[in-house]
Structure formats: structure tokens, C-alpha cells
């Protein structure tokens, strides 16, 4: 692996943990910092692609869910290892 240096470094992934994708009311929380999901956290969590409220919905007790709350989203967002995967790509859309 030889990168340049201090040159772009095109290749790395975009990791799941970059979803603060947030307004800014709250402050700023740095990625790759793991937090649980509480209840303050849905509070400046918003819908990545239409930035509407998100709700926590457990489907089943696996594999809970953040639901936008967005008349004409409704995309569901998985929440791994309670982090929140706030990807449009990753989301489920509504039935
Ligand atoms: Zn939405």
C-alpha cells in the first residue's frame, strides 16, 4: 500500500459511523465516538434524506429501527450495535 504523501487518500470506505449527518443545536460529537442510543440522541437525529424527526421503533427486539417520521419518506434506518446507521442506502423503504 503506497500512498502518497500527503495526498488524497481516495480510498477509504465511508463507515457507517458518519451518520451525524445533523443539524447543529447540539454539539459537535466526534465520529467514531460509539454512543448508546438514547432518548436525547433522537432529538438531533433527523432523516438524512428528507430531514424529518426520526422515531425509534423496535420491529422486534432485534433489530430496532429508526423511522422517519416524514409524510412522504418513511424510510427506516437500522440501528446496529445501537448505533444508528443513518445511510439512505442502507434504509428500508416503506411497504
Ligand atoms: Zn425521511
Redesign the pocket.
Known sequence: MNRPPGGPRTSVPVQPGTWLTLTTKKPFIPKGTPMPLEAGLLEILA??????P?REENATEETPELV???AS???AYPVRDDIPVLLVDEARRPA
Not at 47 to 52: G, M
Open positions: 432523516c438524512p434524506a428528507c430531514h424529518a426520526l422517519c417520521e416524514g419518506c418513511g424510510l
